[in-house]
């Protein structure tokens, strides 16, 4: 996985910035921008892992590691991505 994400860095940092507008990518923590990083890999390329087990994984670990607005920041940019794929899966079937 995280071949994955290395991989996948500029891609998942672009997400990152599309649904965290206000702060650029590299002024986040390491801590949020490496739980973000690590949970819209794993919501765009491990389907087997239900998404609000992603969200809630990462939350947790915002939650441990990171600063007291770690896990709101988190959960909003994660919910938001969840959301939009969501979104798009469903236009996809339609």
Do not use: C, K, W
């Amino acid at each position: 996985m995280v071949v994955g994400i290395t991989q996948e860095g500029s891609g998942v940092d672009e997400i990152i910035s599309r649904y965290a507008p206000a702060l650029p990518v590299r002024l986040l923590s390491i801590v949020d921008r490496n739980i973000l990083r690590v949970a819209i890999y794993e919501l765009f390329h491990r389907d087997h892992i239900p998404r609000n087990v992603v969200i809630n994984e990462a939350v947790e670990l915002a939650s441990m590691f990171g600063s007291e607005s770690s896990a709101r920041f988190v959960n909003g940019v994660l919910g938001s991505v969840a959301h939009d794929l969501q979104t798009s899966v469903d236009s996809a079937v339609n």
